[in-house]
């Protein structure tokens, strides 16, 4: 291919530190690279806690039976039916019992990318013959989740400061990278979870890459192709993306058709090829076409704007994002650089039109999670110009620092409750707009939960037991319980902490952790309270609080419970006892227990 003349710079790309002092001067730009990579990575993974939604789940086993049963098939992972006797909308099952298929719906490419990752750690449970429905397995699986997300969040984080160093000062490069980072989605969704949306990330930081490359040659187109197809393959709505590229080669080199079409079309005929095989249709787990009846204004402004979903409300610097869009319309900035803000135009018209544009159970402006690398890169023309000027310093710092205490929230205190009630978003989806009740105020007052599952992974490695997820017998379930701070009389409606002594003396390990969360309580260990008075029990009065660890035969836990005295005076009987969770409605209890008489004045 013929060589073309290099792209321009924007023409304030410098002002970012224009009249002050430059940082990080001789320091090579790859080891601050590294040391972003680095410090990202540890950022992003040590954050101990269990996200709810089910999307993640199929993705997150995947790899393990990919290198430990060379299929795609999850047949050998338990999934819980639904009370309507419908399996789990992140599965998809073919065939008939007792020869039926389970398959991930959400898309595979994302579990395809990352199943090197994986080598190791499913070689560890082979060795020690440890199988899924160990708890052992699934703390294993979720480490490995939120270890690979993070390390795909940070290597994109890294990329982009590469390339971003390209058009600004290192310092400048290093401050915009840090915004993608740590100010948007990037940090409370793409690195916490394998969605689809880290590895979108780093493809759409490689396109970049490939299209801003000064010299011409078959390999870069080539190497678009596949990332392009990659991004697809991880998530089909990137198509847009895909299609700008095409045709952004095309423009400067018809010859670039070919090799830029061979690996797109060769990926997606694969990818089509097994939904069809797996869904028995070319659209595989998304059904089709027939989701798109949102008036686009109303999608547009919720995406944008809504006080519970919108762009500019989670992440305000994004509004610079814009106008950086515009801008590069004006200052002749690279063909290709504007061929991407058409892709995110058609982007947020997908979106807009989608009829969940609201993006279920998610937390801010999920289906933006995708494309930030854009909205940050744009930050070079609609924000970096501007910073000469004191004013605008001043609103782009506080518009960062509020961000980042967005995502702060998102990352350690968002519990989903906000989405679950008072009603479901999915039943209510008005409710984005309901500037009285926010999903930031809520969860930001819900509590501290960055370290919920650090003491379960500890516990896990320091003493592991082969606790397994399956029913128990109620013999199983022999325990001895002592309470100990219990008082002899409490005022109505006061609470007290007390202490509970509990020791398993059954013949079988209680298992504490499924990593499912909220969606399936199965099998888990519970230590019930309840209140009675004159031998009927006391509806709405007591605690039910998970076991805070495995606990083998013939072990002992230490624990604090709440004791929460009723309104009405009287005497009461305080039973606390074991139970295993069934279902979400039924339980197996054990028959000893704990029962002290308070009264209640």
Same mark, same amino acid.
């Given at each position: 291919?013929?060589?073309?003349?290099?792209?321009?710079?924007?023409?304030?790309?410098?002002?970012?530190?224009?009249?002050?002092?430059?940082?990080?001067?001789?320091?090579?730009?790859?080891?601050?690279?590294?040391?972003?990579?680095?410090?990202?990575?540890?950022?992003?993974?040590?954050?101990?806690?269990?996200?709810?939604?089910?999307?993640?789940?199929?993705?997150?086993?995947?790899?393990?039976?990919?290198?430990?049963?060379?299929?795609?098939?999850?047949?050998?992972?338990?999934?819980?039916?639904?009370?309507?006797?419908?399996?789990?909308?992140?599965?998809?099952?073919?065939?008939?019992?007792?020869?039926?298929?389970?398959?991930?719906?959400?898309?595979?490419?994302?579990?395809?990318?990352?199943?090197?990752?994986?080598?190791?750690?499913?070689?560890?449970?082979?060795?020690?013959?440890?199988?899924?429905?160990?708890?052992?397995?699934?703390?294993? +699986?979720?480490?490995?989740?939120? *270890?690979?997300?993070?390390?795909?969040?940070?290597?994109?984080?890294?990329?982009?400061?590469?390339?971003?160093?390209?058009?600004?000062?290192?310092?400048?490069?290093?401050?915009?990278?840090?915004?993608?980072?740590?100010?948007?989605?990037?940090?409370?969704?793409?690195?916490?979870?394998?969605?689809?949306?880290?590895?979108?990330?780093?493809?759409?930081?490689?396109?970049?890459?490939?299209?801003?490359?000064?010299?011409?040659?078959?390999?870069?187109?080539?190497?678009?192709?596949?990332?392009?197809?990659?991004?697809?393959?991880?998530?089909?709505?990137?198509?847009?993306?895909?299609?700008?590229?095409?045709?952004?080669?095309?423009?400067?080199?018809?010859?670039?058709?070919?090799?830029?079409?061979?690996?797109?079309?060769?990926?997606?005929?694969?990818?089509?090829?097994?939904?069809?095989?797996?869904?028995?249709?070319?659209?595989?787990?998304?059904?089709?076409?027939?989701?798109?009846?949102?008036?686009?204004?109303?999608?547009?402004?919720?995406?944008?704007?809504?006080?519970?979903?919108?762009?500019?409300?989670?992440?305000?610097?994004?509004?610079?994002?814009?106008?950086?869009?515009?801008?590069?319309?004006?200052?002749?900035?690279?063909?290709?650089?504007?061929?991407?803000?058409?892709?995110?135009? *058609?982007?947020?018209?997908?979106?807009?039109?989608?009829?969940?544009?609201?993006?279920?159970?998610?937390?801010?402006?999920?289906?933006?999670?995708?494309?930030?690398?854009?909205?940050? $890169?744009? *930050?070079?023309?609609?924000?970096?110009?501007?910073?000469?000027?004191?004013?605008?310093?001043?609103?782009?710092?506080?518009?960062?620092?509020?961000?980042?205490?967005?995502?702060?929230?998102?990352?350690?205190?968002?519990?989903?409750?906000?989405?679950?009630?008072?009603?479901?978003?999915?039943?209510?989806?008005?409710?984005?707009?309901?500037?009285?009740?926010?999903?930031?105020?809520?969860?930001?007052?819900?509590?501290?939960?960055?370290?919920?599952?650090?003491?379960?992974?500890?516990?896990?490695?320091?003493?592991?037991?082969?606790?397994? $997820?399956?029913?128990?017998?109620?013999?199983?379930?022999?325990?001895?319980?002592?309470?100990?701070?219990?008082?002899?009389?409490?005022?109505?409606?006061?609470?007290?902490?007390?202490?509970?002594?509990?020791?398993?003396?059954?013949?079988?390990?209680?298992? +504490?952790?499924?990593?499912?969360? *909220?969606?399936?309580?199965?099998?888990?260990?519970?230590?019930?309270?309840?209140?009675?008075?004159?031998?009927?029990?006391?509806?709405?009065?007591?605690?039910?609080?998970?076991?805070?660890?495995?606990?083998?035969?013939?072990?002992?836990?230490?624990?604090?419970?709440?004791?929460?005295?009723?309104?009405?005076?009287?005497?009461?009987?305080?039973?606390?006892?074991?139970?295993?969770? +069934?279902?979400?409605?039924?339980?197996?209890?054990?028959?000893?227990?704990?029962?002290?008489?308070?009264?209640?004045?």
């Amino acid at each position: 291919m013929a060589k073309r003349t290099k792209s321009k710079r924007p023409p304030s790309s410098g002002a970012v530190t224009s009249g002050r002092r430059r940082w990080f001067v001789g320091v090579s730009r790859r080891r601050i690279a590294a040391s972003l990579f680095l410090g990202l990575t540890v950022l992003f993974f040590c954050n101990f806690r269990l996200r709810a939604s089910g999307d993640s789940l199929p993705t997150r086993v995947l790899p393990f039976s990919i290198l430990r049963e060379g299929n795609l098939d999850l047949n050998e992972f338990t999934w819980a039916e639904n009370p309507g006797r419908e399996w789990p909308y992140y599965i998809h099952g073919v065939g008939r019992q007792p020869d039926r298929s389970y398959y991930s719906v959400s898309p595979i490419g994302t579990a395809l990318v990352v199943t090197p990752f994986y080598v190791l750690p499913a070689a560890w449970l082979a060795w020690n013959d440890i199988d899924y429905v160990d708890s052992r397995a699934r703390v294993v +699986i979720v480490l490995m989740e939120k *270890l690979v997300a993070a390390v795909v969040a940070a290597t994109s984080s890294a990329l982009l400061f590469l390339f971003l160093s390209r058009f600004v000062p290192v310092d400048g490069a290093l401050g915009l990278t840090l915004i993608y980072a740590l100010c948007t989605s990037t940090w409370s969704i793409a690195s916490q979870a394998l969605w689809p949306h880290a590895v979108s990330q780093l493809c759409l930081v490689g396109l970049f890459m490939a299209m801003a490359r000064e010299e011409w040659s078959w390999r870069t187109v080539v190497a678009a192709g596949a990332i392009c197809a990659t991004m697809v393959a991880t998530r089909p709505q990137m198509a847009i993306f895909a299609g700008v590229a095409g045709v952004f080669f095309v423009m400067r080199e018809r010859r670039a058709l070919v090799p830029f079409a061979l690996l797109s079309l060769t990926f997606g005929g694969a990818l089509v090829g097994y939904n069809i095989w797996a869904f028995g249709g070319a659209f595989g787990g998304y059904g089709g076409l027939g989701h798109f009846s949102m008036p686009l204004r109303q999608g547009v402004l919720g995406l944008l704007v809504s006080p519970n979903r919108g762009l500019f409300v989670y992440t305000p610097l994004a509004i610079f994002s814009f106008w950086g869009a515009v801008q590069v319309w004006r200052v002749g900035a690279p063909l290709w650089v504007r061929m991407l803000t058409v892709g995110l135009l *058609l982007h947020i018209g997908l979106y807009a039109k989608f009829d969940e544009w609201h993006a279920g159970f998610s937390y801010g402006p999920r289906y933006f999670t995708d494309v930030q690398p854009l909205l940050v $890169l744009l *930050l070079v023309w609609g924000l970096v110009p501007l910073l000469r000027y004191a004013g605008a310093r001043w609103v782009a710092s506080t518009l960062v620092a509020f961000g980042f205490l967005v995502q702060v929230v998102g990352v350690y205190f968002e519990d989903d409750d906000w989405n679950r009630h008072p009603v479901s978003i999915d039943a209510q989806p008005e409710r984005v707009w309901d500037w009285h009740d926010l999903q930031i105020a809520r969860a930001a007052t819900s509590g501290f939960k960055g370290f919920d599952l650090l003491p379960i992974f500890i516990d896990v490695f320091r003493d592991p037991v082969a606790a397994r $997820l399956e029913a128990l017998d109620v013999s199983d379930l022999a325990s001895r319980i002592e309470l100990r701070g219990v008082p002899k009389s409490m005022r109505r409606g006061s609470s007290v902490k007390i202490r509970v002594e509990l020791t398993n003396l059954g013949t079988a390990a209680w298992p +504490i952790f499924s990593g499912k969360g *909220l969606l399936d309580i199965r099998h888990l260990m519970f230590v019930v309270q309840s209140w009675s008075y004159g031998g009927a029990p006391l509806p709405g009065v007591g605690e039910v609080v998970p076991l805070p660890e495995n606990l083998s035969p013939g072990e002992t836990v230490g624990f604090d419970m709440v004791l929460a005295a009723p309104q009405q005076p009287g005497t009461f009987a305080v039973t606390v006892r074991v139970s295993q969770a +069934i279902d979400g409605t039924r339980g197996t209890v054990s028959p000893d227990a704990a029962t002290v008489n308070i009264r209640v004045d």
